[in-house]
């Protein structure tokens, strides 16, 4: 009898030990309402971890507000030292913890992995005299003030970018003129509708309209031209400028660094998953995986870019 | 006809036995989170979309329409009953609403939204059928100087909601507008009136507010009275049923706001708001009745929630052209989409015509379904009244907070919505309307954000305002709104005064 239980309990340890991960049960954070993008890379992730099964129990849950620093200030205060848990974030974090003097920062979480991005594309209605990036730098460097740009919210991904464009132009970047809309639909109407003079945003928002032949795309701010995407990137149009709008995954902070390296491997596991490929294929997301350290330094230096075009623009003091 | 094939086509995908079963299931939920103050269909949707990724896309879509129009129905329903409004949309519907609801006329109030909902849902659905790609054509020449036009009517139109004192009305309409100041401004990026508290940094929440003033405020008024209370409750009193003077009164008000709803809703910056607060001045106006107003009119009732529910399926215009979400809901919707490889456009109705006519189907079925399921149990909701009042509201308490809770868990949340439901009791006893609060948290932000955005693209020439043909037509609806009464007055007493002679 002893020996039956020996064996059966040496059975269930052994299998305990194979399973470390897989039992694990963890939380993820979408610092943002239900929809957009953090919310939607939060929930492809707890797809792809459960369908892997590199986690049994993956819950989402939303705060939503301030850019994601509601969000960001709420898990750094409850998570302290918690292996199992995760937050989501993106480049607009960056811009948004420093246009609201955000108390709590990145550098109080601990960087995972950056998992998908997306590229600005600069884009105006088929319809307008404007054909290449080249005469709209012309237009911004005679009169600032008569390119309005269409885009996403103040201090954005979408509003750097035109602040940058306007730096590499040698065009004050003070003089430009942004106008910001609060949602997606909104903006890409006002462009469409020849509102505005340009659109900026992430290509993906334009996508359909380009197809159909309603936008001209001017440059996209890739490294290199985007497969499928029929423009120049701003390198190529003589503009000096690159901008990924990432999506990346933090976990809490004062975790151990062993607790971290497995935190890693598991993200690393799920960034090589079919699941994942296929959430990113289908999404239409790229894949601009960066883990750990690499990660670390990428945002760092992301950071300090930021805040000095933003204090050109003259939205952070 | 091509259309009408295509339609028929999509019905016959829609009424397979699965499909109903999924609109079903979506129509029942949709009622059940509308009807729960503070958890909109967009969360629900978005709680739904990893369930229903194993289903097939027909069969998901039409499921998730289903949410969308139960949740615009199901709004009304604690709005009559409650005072609790569940959906921004269905505020103004409280204001008569309930007033019937307290008067017995709970029933009437109730079918009178059910059927104007359905009537409004399916002329708007026939209409997104056939003149979809109209619509958006106008829909893109909105510009920024547009909406602040349609807002300047929106502002001329809200003395509806005042009551009796004009200045009472004013006082709180500009408590609105405060309220909506707060926040970071979109325009610049900088916090306005957040005093460094990083939970106002997003601004007041629409829904907190108007749970707060209308359930919390009310409450303490009722508990503040104790046994001085004089009016009782009746939850039936007459016909459980819409007479014939009530349908007479109800037919022209559905139809009139339908046409205000579904326009709007079409319009990427419209929203479902606006259409109701349109709908009820216009019902105020027109009202053979418009002493009634206030104490119980059925048009407010109708009116308000055909345009709801008109404004719902307008939204699906750009979404289903254009692929432009202007509705969180929509936006949920587009990611369904996208969840099976399908990308909402212009290009949506040439490679996924089957999937877009079976879509517009089964709002069709949903439509129906909704009206199905919401008039046997009229009889039911309306006993909700005859619970003795301390547990009646006690249980609105109960839910308000749940319900405010479950759509932003913060503690901060909970702790606005009790200072704004002093703010709605201290109103109610000192005889101030708490609408044009609500009113002015919603179009005081739009109106600021549109104008200012006009102004910037015209680099700060006024004269911009004043373009565009949409923009003057507006004004001069706003010129005849203002003045119109004025005059007719004055060309009557002129009348009156050389008939005799």
Known sequence: ???????????????????????????????AGPGGGWDQTARSLQNALQTEKLATNVQVTNVPGAGGTIGLAQFVSQNKGKADALIVGGYVMVGAILTNNAPVTLDQ?????????????????TSSPIKTMGDLVAQLKADPGTVSWGGGSAGGTDHITVGLIAKAAGVDPTKINYIPFSGGGEALAAIVGGKVTAGISGYGEFEQQVKAGKLRVLAVSSPER????????????????????????????????????????????VNASKTWQDTLATKGWANTFLAGDAFADVLKQEIEKTTAVLKEIGLVK | MESFDALLLGLSVAVQPQNLFYAFIGVLLGT?????????????????????????????????????????????????????PG?????????????????????????????????AGLIATIALTFLAPWVVEIALNFGPADYFALMVLAFTTVSAAFGGSALRGLTALFIGLSLGLVGIDLQ?????????????????????????????????YIASLGSRMRETIEPVRGSLWMTAQDWARSWKPWLRGTALGFPIGALPAGGAEIP??????????????????????????????????????GVLVPLLTLGLPTSATAAMMLAGFQQYGIQPGPLLFSTNADLVWGLIASLFIANTMLLVLNLPLIGMWVRLLSIPRPWLYGGILVFATLGTLGANPSQFELAMLAALGLLGFAMRYFDYPVAPVIIGLILGPLAEQQLRRALAISQGDPA??????????????????????????????????????
């Open chain 1, 109 to 125: 979480v601990t960087p995972i992995a950056r998992l998908t991005g997306e590229y600005e594309a600069i884009v105006v209605p």
């Open chain 2, 276 to 313: 109701t607060f349109l709908s009820y001045s216009a019902e105020k106006a027109l009202s053979k009745h418009p002493e009634e107003f206030g104490h119980g009119a059925i048009e407010g009732v109708a009116g308000p929630e055909a345009a709801n529910n008109a404004s719902a399926a």
């Open chain 1, 1 to 31: 009898m002893r020996v039956l239980f020996k064996a059966a309990a040496g059975i269930l340890l052994a299998a305990a030990a194979v399973l470390p991960v897989s039992a694990q049960e963890l939380s993820i954070m979408a610092p």
């Open chain 1, 226 to 269: 985007l497969p499928n995407v029929d423009g120049p990137t701003l390198k190529e149009s003589g503009i000096d400028v690159e901008v990924q709008n990432w999506r990346g995954v933090w976990a809490a902070p004062d975790i151990t660094d062993e607790q971290k390296a497995s935190l890693i491997s598991m993200i690393e596991k």
């Open chain 2, 32 to 84: 059940a989170v509308g009807v729960l103050p503070g958890i909109g269909p967009a969360l629900t949707v978005a709680l739904l979309l990893p369930v229903t990724f194993k289903l097939d896309p027909g069969g998901s879509l039409i499921m998730f329409a289903g949410i969308y129009y139960g949740g615009m129905y199901g709004g009304s329903t604690s709005s009559i009953l409650l005072n609790t």
């Open chain 2, 464 to 501: 911009a305002l004043f373009e565009s043909s949409i923009a003057i037509g507006i004004y001069a609806v706003c010129a005849i709104v203002l003045f119109g009464p004025v005059l007719w007055k004055l060309v009557q007493r002129k009348n009156g005064k050389t008939l005799p002679a």
């Open chain 2, 188 to 220: 610049t990026g900088q916090a306005r009136l957040a005093f460094g508290v990083p939970d106002l940094l997003d601004g007041v929440e629409v829904t907190t507010t108007a749970v707060a003033m209308f359930a919390l405020g009310e409450t303490l």
């Open chain 2, 87 to 119: 959906e921004s949309a269905s505020i103004i519907t409280a204001l008569e609403g309930n007033k019937m609801a307290r008067a017995g006329r709970g029933g009437p109030a109730l079918a009178t939204a059910a059927i104007g909902s359905f009537v």
